[in-house]
């Protein structure tokens, strides 16, 4: 056998081996390297406070969580927003199979309708772990119905067809309460206090003067004083058609 045919088949042996290292290697199952923040979460990832008054503070808690393999350090926490504050962690470090309880509380503030934002959890190393915290904020007082509708009325119509209730609820503390007469909007319309409801609500009577509506459709405001500071006034609509 000469030189060169030996070095050929050298070659084609070393070849077939690194195939088979290569096939071998590929099938094998690989151990991924643990990363730093893997198995760590925040609880619940989402929060519904449901309806709440203005000013109105709510207390709720979140849960840290280590299901991974090594310890994770807590860099920072932001709470998402200047309504909500979040009490920052005694221990920084979170090890494996721990838990933790981060109690937080919620302001509403002066603002009325939908509030969401996220509160954020950084670890000094991986993503930031975050939880969605929403409500929707309603005024510290109620009035229901929220408008007067008469539907059709005639000239020569009376009794209990020109004649509407509301009332005027608050479960704020202190409650709050209407000031004065109201005032309304239309000649044809008139609005007093009719004293209080069963349940401690205080009632207001609505009465409409068809011969002094404009034929069609009628449309007025009730406008009450309250004591809420950021609410003062509030407005009722009254609406009605004459036929």
């Known amino acids: 056998m000469n030189a060169r045919l030996l070095l050929v088949m050298i070659a084609i042996a070393a070849a077939a081996g690194a195939a088979v290292y290569w096939v071998v ?36 808690e979140l849960s840290l969580v280590n299901n991974g393999e090594r ?19 005694s221990e920084s470090v979170l090890r494996p199979g721990q838990s933790m309880t981060l109690a937080a509380a919620l302001n509403t503030g002066n603002g009325l309708g939908p509030l969401r934002h996220a509160v954020a959890v950084y670890l000094e190393q991986g993503h930031p772990l975050r939880t969605y915290v ?9 009035v229901l119905p ?4 008469f539907g059709e009325v005639r000239a020569d119509s009376r009794g209990e067809a ?17 000031v004065g007469p109201p005032v309304c909007g239309a000649a044809w319309l008139t609005c007093a206090a009719a004293g209080v409801s069963p349940g401690g609500e205080a009632e207001f009577v609505v009465r409409i003067d068809p011969v002094r509506m404009e034929p069609g459709p009628n449309f007025s405001e009730i406008h009450l004083a309250t004591t809420d500071e950021t609410e003062p006034q509030y407005v009722v609509t009254v609406r009605g058609t004459r036929r």
């Open 25 to 60: 290697s590929a099938d094998a199952p690989r151990t991924p390297r643990p990363r730093y923040g893997a198995g760590v979460e925040l609880r619940p990832i989402d929060i519904d406070l449901g309806e709440r008054r203005r000013g109105e503070r709510i207390d709720f």
């Open 71 to 89: 310890p994770v350090r807590i860099a920072s926490i932001d709470p998402g927003c200047d309504c909500t504050v979040v009490e920052q962690p």
């Open 134 to 142: 929403a409500c929707v904020v309603i005024g510290a007082f109620d």
């Open 146 to 149: 929220g408008e007067v509708d």
């Open 162 to 178: 020109l004649e509407r209730r509301f009332t005027f609820v608050s479960d704020a503390t202190p409650p709050i309460e209407v």
